[in-house]
Nanobody, 123 residues
Framework: QVQLVASGGGLAQAGGSLRLSCAASRSTATTYAMGWFRQAPGKEREFVAAISGSGGEIYYADSVKGRFTISRDNAKNTVSLLMNSLKPEDTAVYYC????????????????WGQGTQVTVSS
């Protein structure tokens, strides 16, 4: 069992930046792929970014490519999402997720989910 706690959400202006963090309750080093997903009101949950256990494989949704950066610190059991050049359409609840297999862009592949953190971007 892995418990995930996401933090770092808040309010930002368009063009600004926020950094989200996700802390895992146990070691996820090299064995757990981690992902970030988001869900806006009235919309389905969508993939944002994913990183393999070693950090060697990284995937981004086209909508955030070039603006968001996912990274992990296996010594601290954390994964981060640096969000730059934020847009109002980035407004959503952001969830981190973990699964003991390869990095995936599909939410159904993830076993463990954090509670979500709200990101609001004003225009």
């Amino acid at each position: 069992q892995v418990q995930l706690v996401a933090s770092g959400g808040g309010l930002a202006q368009a063009g600004g930046s926020l950094r989200l963090s996700c802390a895992a309750s146990r070691s996820t080093a090299t064995t757990y792929a981690m992902g970030w997903f988001r869900q806006a009101p009235g919309k389905e949950r969508e993939f944002v970014a994913a990183i393999s256990g070693s950090g060697g494989e990284i995937y981004y949704a086209d909508s955030v490519k070039g603006r968001f950066t996912i990274s992990r610190d296996n010594a601290k059991n954390t994964v981060s999402l640096l969000m730059n050049s934020l847009k109002p359409e980035d407004t959503a609840v952001y969830y981190c997720a973990a699964q003991p297999w390869v990095a995936s862009m599909s939410a159904v592949d993830y076993l463990y989910w954090g509670q979500g953190t709200q990101v609001t971007v004003s225009s």
